[in-house]
């Protein structure tokens, strides 16, 4: 079976909102290109939600020439979404009815993992109905100091039990927590 992988940049105050817009904790190091570019080359669908699309269908099709860019326009997409009809980013499929069946569907498929940036609504989803496998939590050395409630990582759910498989340090003081969500 297919796993869903979610990866998430997380400031010190629990903020997931708009990282882009996050000042920089410093030069990139070059562990962290290649961490992500494992992760999206060990997968051959992403999925989002509507907020995600909106963010990376404008930006990702523009871009060639190097193998996260390639992959990630090649790949199958699928958007939990439903008001998005005729999505212009290629290989993208929205789920507009029934995204948990959906989902569980997919994940059923033959194929590599699953890839998910962000955590909001669907990935709260996800992890109510116990479909996310995995959860990679990049916390960077930052206190945004302010957020709506729908911009933090923390949303009432259900209790989740998470079992640490690895953390990675990088040079600009980021931390990559990895972990296998249990229950």
């Known amino acids: ?53 909106d963010g990376f269908a404008p930006v990702w099709p523009t871009r060639s020439g190097d193998p996260y860019s390639d992959h990630i326009n090649g790949m199958r997409k699928y958007v939990v979404s439903t008001t998005l009809r005729d999505p212009e980013w290629n290989n993208t499929t929205v789920i507009s009815e029934d995204p948990i069946a959906a989902i ?16 909001g609504t669907v990935s709260h989803a996800l992890v109510e109905h116990g479909l996310l ?31 640490h498989l690895d953390s990675t340090s990088l040079s600009n003081g980021v931390v990559v927590l990895r972990y296998a969500v249990t229950s």
Not at 8 to 25: F, K, N, Q, R
Not at 104 to 119: A, M, R, S, T
């Open 133 to 163: 496998d995995e959860l990679r939590l990049w916390i960077h050395p930052l206190l945004v100091g302010k957020a709506a409630q729908a911009d933090l990582l923390y949303r009432d759910g259900p209790q989740t039990v998470l079992s």
């Open 1 to 53: 079976m297919r796993r869903i992988i979610n990866s998430t940049y997380i400031s010190l105050d629990g903020v997931v909102e708009a990282p882009h817009m996050w000042p920089s904790t410093g030069p990139e190091d070059e562990r962290a290109v290649a961490i992500q570019t494992d992760l999206l080359l060990a997968c051959d669908a992403l999925l989002m939600g509507r907020h995600t699309y």
């Open 104 to 119: 569980k569907e997919l994940k059923q498929q033959p194929g590599k993992d699953i890839v998910q940036y962000g955590f």
